[in-house]
């Protein structure tokens, strides 16, 4: 059993910053990590994905504000957001795939571990 626990979302102002956290337990490898957001009324999408050497993939909108990284160590994924937009606003789902070979931004399916999300809210 492989758990995803998210942690650090909040309310903020436009322009301010938070950092998320994904603690993972139970049983898992280093792979494809990442982060993906949902919105009211909108598909999930992802923000930004990191494999196990930390290479990165990073969403056009969040490119240069947001930035994915692991500590393996502790077996958590950060995500540090800088510059929040209203437009950010949403729950944040962390993600674990059991391959590294392939990990993708744009596509949701190589993802077989979710967590329950942390609530993102960025007020104008």
């Known amino acids: 059993q492989v758990r995803l626990v998210e942690s650090g979302g909040g309310s903020v102002q436009a322009g301010g910053s938070l950092r998320l956290s994904c603690a993972a337990s139970?049983?898992?490898?280093?792979?494809?990590m990442g982060w993906f957001r949902q919105a009211p009324g909108k598909e999930r999408e992802g923000v930004a994905t990191?494999?196990?050497?930390?290479?990165?993939i990073y969403a056009d909108s969040v490119k240069g504000r947001f930035t994915i990284s692991r500590d393996n160590a502790k077996n958590t994924l950060y995500l540090q957001m800088n510059s929040l937009k209203p437009e950010d606003t949403a729950m944040y789902y962390c993600?674990?795939?059991?391959?590294?070979?392939?990990?993708?931004?744009?596509?949701?399916?190589?993802?077989?571990?979710w967590g329950q999300g942390t609530q993102v809210t960025v007020s104008s």
């Open positions: 990191i494999n196990k050497v930390g290479a990165t």
């Open positions: 139970g049983y898992i490898i280093n792979t494809c």
């Open positions: 993600a674990a795939a059991r391959w590294d070979a392939y990990c993708p931004v744009t596509s949701l399916v190589q993802y077989n571990y």
